[in-house]
């Protein structure tokens, strides 16, 4: 064994203290933490010939790196939609990794075992029936691109071909609708050589909406010959509208069509009374897509997808290899993914969900919604802002009052994060541009939204 790998081995859990004192100091100082760094990182570093050892390269890692780590795990990283990190799923990431269980063909360990237990607890959250079964991937890309891929094999099925033998060539033009689709539709339909212009806008309803017109899905899909796939929406990422599930649905009986609902976030609203009309129907789609590193708060990357469909999703990911074993019973993971090599990202899941229960996550949901309606209500009452659409959830969309041009947006979101108070994404709406604030951390309080709108205020 090389001698420094040997004598980092004798001194493991003397660095394992060292690590947990770094981010012990990093984590108690997040809330003060600048959002994000906006200047040069460090020139690039020759790789050590030789390495400087576990400790050296914390020392380093502390001295060049770290302090350019933005606080994207903090209250006020309202970009994208980040969520964070609960303490019980940090512990569960920590874990994950120093058991080091291959989450796929775990021959001899219960690893399996526990992401379908964590698989279940997750789908009672969301209020999906049995018939409903899910794997872990690694965000809403991959859980849409695993779901429009089952939706592939099953057009093929309507038509008499296999496309996971023949290919997609085999089904000629395919349709896919949607009202407001994530940028992952197209790229997942680029993936999987459907073609990203395969993708059909339908208009959506009028009033700042974002919501399908379930009239005019109605009146499109009678216009198709053939199969067709409808992808939903349960949360669209500038105003978090919700498609009607429900009635979307309901077309089947009019209407051969596979559905698919994009829940990356908005499957959330199940975990509370007041909002969980807003996922009405969910149980209805073929395949479901949640993004766990959102409003979950778990570490980077974790999502699950959901399907009726598991005979569907074997004929496309099973890998057909002796020492892998057959897709027979209770299939194996490796069989229904795109990956073979998977981390057990269910570990942090299970670990926040045991720890914080579905009140816990409530909580938090909540809390979110609240505080995104009190950062709405104050960008509305300022004078050279307005809103662009209602805070429907916990997403608050708006712009300048005059003349929003793309360069005067794109320069009050880049004062906004010069600050390091906090950290917004620009937009287009209704074509128009913006600036989002997605509220999703379990950390952030009522002071946090007095320094957000204290930070937007002086950027204007």
């Not at 479901?288 to 005979?311: E, G, I, M, S």
Request: aromatic share 6%; glycine share 10%; hydrophobic share 45%.
């Amino acid at each position: 064994m090389h001698r420094t790998l040997a004598d980092d081995l004798s001194r493991l859990p003397a660095l394992l203290q060292s690590a947990r004192d770094l981010a012990a100091r990093e984590l108690a100082g997040l809330s003060e933490r600048p959002v994000v760094h906006l200047d040069e990182a460090p020139d690039h570093e020759a790789l050590p010939a030789g390495g400087v050892g576990a400790e050296g390269a914390l020392a380093r890692f502390g001295e060049r790196w770290a302090p350019g780590f933005s606080g994207s795990a903090g209250p006020r990283y309202l970009g994208f939609v980040t969520g964070g990190a609960t303490p019980a799923s940090v512990a569960g990431d920590w874990l994950t990794s120093a058991y080091d269980q291959n989450g796929s063909g775990a021959v001899g360990s219960w690893a399996t075992a526990l992401e379908r237990e964590t698989v279940g607890w997750l789908r009672e959250l969301f209020g999906l029936g049995e018939a409903h079964s899910g794997a872990f991937v690694t965000g809403a890309t991959a859980s849409n691109t695993v779901g429009l891929a089952l939706a592939r094999e099953w057009l093929g099925e309507r038509l008499g071909v296999s496309v996971s033998r023949d290919g997609t060539a085999a089904l000629g033009p395919v349709h896919v609708l949607s009202g407001s689709p994530h940028s992952s539709i197209g790229k997942a339909l680029s993936v999987l050589g459907i073609g990203r212009d395969r993708l059909r806008p339908v208009p959506v309803l009028p009033g700042n909406r974002e919501a399908v017109d379930v009239a005019a899905l109605d009146t499109a899909l009678s216009a198709l010959e053939g199969p067709a796939i409808v992808v939903a929406n349960a949360g669209t990422v500038n105003t978090v509208d919700f498609d009607d599930l429900r009635a979307v649905a309901a077309l089947r009986e009019r209407h051969d069509f596979w559905l698919h609902v994009d829940a990356a976030f908005g499957g959330f609203a199940a975990l509370s009374p007041s909002y969980a009309g807003l996922v009405d129907g969910l149980d209805a789609a073929d395949s479901v897509c949640v993004d766990l590193h959102k409003w979950l708060n778990v570490p980077y990357d974790a999502a699950v997808q959901f399907t009726r469909r598991r005979d569907l999703q074997v004929a496309v990911f099973h890998n057909a290899s002796p020492y892998l074993g057959l897709p027979v019973g209770e299939p194996d993971f490796v069989h229904l993914t795109p990956e073979n090599s998977r981390r057990l990202r269910a570990l942090p899941a299970w670990f926040s969900l045991m720890a914080y229960g579905r009140d816990g996550h409530r909580e938090i949901v909540e809390r979110n919604v609240a505080l995104a309606r009190e950062l709405g209500e104050r960008i509305a009452a300022t004078d050279g802002l307005r809103l662009l659409a209602p805070v429907r959830l916990n997403v608050v969309c708006f712009t300048l009052a005059d003349d929003p041009t793309q360069e005067r947006v794109d320069a009050l979101a880049r004062a906004v994060a010069a600050g390091g108070e906090a950290f917004l994404t620009s937009t287009v709406y209704d074509g128009t541009p913006g600036l989002r604030a997605a509220f999703s951390n379990w950390r952030t309080s009522a002071d946090d939204v007095d320094r957000i709108s204290g930070a937007v205020a002086r950027a204007l």
